[in-house]
């Protein structure tokens, strides 16, 4: 009997296939319902206000706004979701980057976006990460932090400042960390590398 999709089972389809995977590995995934165009949260009293509206639970139940998770010298914040490969890499360094800011007083955050709750917490019963899971199952945080793609990382200094917004690229993230905090370069070095390494 004939297949129903013939071309499925083609090396060219197979080496398509792989390609495109490698592009979203690289890229990103674009958030639906988004367009692709980057935007930045630059305004200084947006970021000072979405610090204070941004309400989100963790897994444990406890919604405190991301003000209330700020450490003396900051605050990292990766946007992900648990579909999109390239926020998966991101999820499973964290691990290996959170404890390096940790010790510069600078916690970490990971924001799930546009996932079930139930979603959520069955991923990450199996992956431990080690930094408070945060979610959002509609679309309000991602459209206040015009998010537009994942993983994104959000960079703030102890006043709330942005220092860094972007991929998961763990040595620009490492570079913005010793500008903020005036330390010399390749004073915080991690261990992995990141979503992108161009």
């Known amino acids: 009997m004939a297949s129903r999709w013939p071309l499925c089972n083609t090396p060219q389809i197979v080496l398509l296939a792989g390609a495109a995977a490698l592009a979203v590995l690289a890229a990103g995934c674009v958030v639906f319902g988004t367009d692709r165009k980057e935007a930045q949260v630059v305004n200084r009293s947006e970021l000072t206000q979405l610090l204070d509206t941004t309400r989100l639970p963790d897994l444990d139940g406890a919604v405190k706004p991301l003000r209330g998770r ?104 490492g570079a913005a960390a010793e500008k903020s905090l005036k330390l010399a370069a390749g004073s915080v070095a991690f261990a992995a590398k990141g979503t992108e390494f161009g």
């Open 70 to 173: 700020m450490g003396p010298a900051g605050l990292m914040v990766v946007f992900v979701d648990t579909t999109c490969p390239s926020a998966a890499v991101a999820i499973n360094d964290i691990p290996s980057i959170a404890p390096v800011l940790a010790k510069r007083k600078i916690p970490s955050v990971l924001v799930n976006l546009n996932d079930a709750k139930w979603v959520v917490e069955q991923v990450y019963a199996v992956r431990k990460v080690g930094v408070p899971i945060l979610y959002d199952t509609g679309k309000a945080t991602q459209t206040a932090w015009h998010i537009t793609s994942v993983p994104t990382v959000v960079l703030l200094d102890s006043d709330g400042a942005l220092r860094y917004r972007g991929r998961a690229v763990w040595a620009d993230v």
